[in-house]
Every structure is written in structure tokens, then in C-alpha cells.
């Protein structure tokens, strides 16, 4: 009896996938992912917009920290830098203002700054995912202004 159940797992066959089965399940994936996919770019997107919005505000509070220290927000030519590192023999600079260094936006370009601003009192921005100014969507310019 014993010999006997032995042959029968010896002969046992081994079972799998076959290959029509694995081919039909990778068709299903791909159909998932074309149409999940561009959903998920598209939020990837966002996030950026979305982040450099949130730098732009870290940015704007850490000016108004500058100016109350030194009574003015730094010049177009010192630029976001002054948040970091005394411009010349400025008095009452008690900083630095960030934690860091000023941070690149999310398509790692530097921020834009401008004082006098065109659009508020200090203008901070970027252009978005092209590098231009204009554009929709990713593309679209992020600032401290009113959209």
C-alpha cells in the first residue's frame, strides 16, 4: 500500500498558467493602465501646481518677516537670497528666514521675484511645467497674486 500512494505522488503532474491565461491577464492589465493611467498623471500634475503654491506662500511669509526686521522687502537684485544670507550692510537682518536653502519650485527652476511687484506688493512666482509665461493646466503660471 505504502509503494502504491509513492507512485501516485511521483506521477503527479504539476500545474500552472498556460499561456493564453497568462496572455489574457496581461490584456487586462494594459487595459487597466490605459485607462488609469492618464488619471494618475493628471493628479501628478496637480501636485506640482500645487506644491509651488505652497512654497510661494512659505516664501511670502518669510518676506514679511524680512520686512518687519529691516523695515523693507529685499530689492528685485537681492532677491529671495536675502531670506537666507545678509545682503550687504543691511541692519536689523535677523535671519535666516528659512530652514534651508531657497527651495527650486517642483519642475526645478528657481522662483521668480520681483519688488516693486506688478500684480501685488511683491511679486513671487514660476511659470509652470513649460518655462514660459501663460499656458493651461501644468503650464499655467503659479504666483502670490489673486488668480
Given at each position: 500500500?505504502?509503494?502504491?500512494?509513492?507512485?501516485?505522488?511521483?506521477?503527479?503532474?504539476?500545474?500552472?498558467?498556460?499561456?493564453?491565461?497568462l496572455?489574457?491577464v496581461?490584456?487586462?492589465?494594459?487595459?487597466?493602465?490605459?485607462?488609469?493611467?492618464?488619471n494618475?498623471?493628471?493628479?501628478?500634475?496637480?501636485?506640482?501646481?500645487?506644491?509651488?503654491?505652497?512654497?510661494?506662500?512659505?516664501?511670502?511669509?518669510?518676506?514679511?518677516?524680512y520686512?518687519?526686521?529691516?523695515?523693507?522687502?529685499?530689492?528685485?537684485?537681492?532677491?529671495?537670497?536675502?531670506?537666507?544670507?545678509?545682503?550687504?550692510?543691511?541692519?536689523?537682518?535677523?535671519?535666516?528666514?528659512?530652514?534651508?536653502?531657497?527651495?527650486?519650485?517642483?519642475?526645478?527652476?528657481?522662483?521668480?521675484?520681483?519688488?516693486?511687484?506688478?500684480k501685488?506688493?511683491?511679486?513671487?512666482?514660476?511659470?509652470?511645467?513649460?518655462?514660459?509665461?501663460?499656458?493651461?493646466?501644468?503650464?499655467?503660471d503659479?504666483?502670490?497674486?489673486?488668480?
Amino acid at each position: 500500500m505504502e509503494l502504491n500512494n509513492r507512485a501516485r505522488f511521483g506521477q503527479r503532474r504539476q500545474r500552472g498558467f498556460t499561456l493564453m491565461e497568462l496572455l489574457v491577464v496581461l490584456a487586462i492589465l494594459g487595459l487597466l493602465m490605459a485607462l488609469v493611467g492618464p488619471n494618475v498623471l493628471n493628479q501628478l500634475g496637480g501636485a506640482k501646481t500645487k506644491t509651488a503654491g505652497i512654497q510661494i506662500k512659505d516664501l511670502e511669509q518669510a518676506l514679511e518677516m524680512y520686512k518687519l526686521d529691516v523695515g523693507r522687502y529685499p530689492s528685485t537684485q537681492e532677491g529671495l537670497g536675502a531670506l537666507v544670507n545678509k545682503p550687504g550692510n543691511i541692519t536689523g537682518w535677523n535671519g535666516p528666514y528659512l530652514k534651508s536653502d531657497v527651495p527650486m519650485d517642483p519642475w526645478n527652476r528657481a522662483y521668480s521675484y520681483k519688488y516693486p511687484g506688478e500684480k501685488s506688493e511683491v511679486d513671487i512666482f514660476t511659470y509652470g511645467a513649460n518655462g514660459t509665461p501663460g499656458g493651461e493646466g501644468e503650464d499655467r503660471d503659479v504666483g502670490n497674486w489673486k488668480q
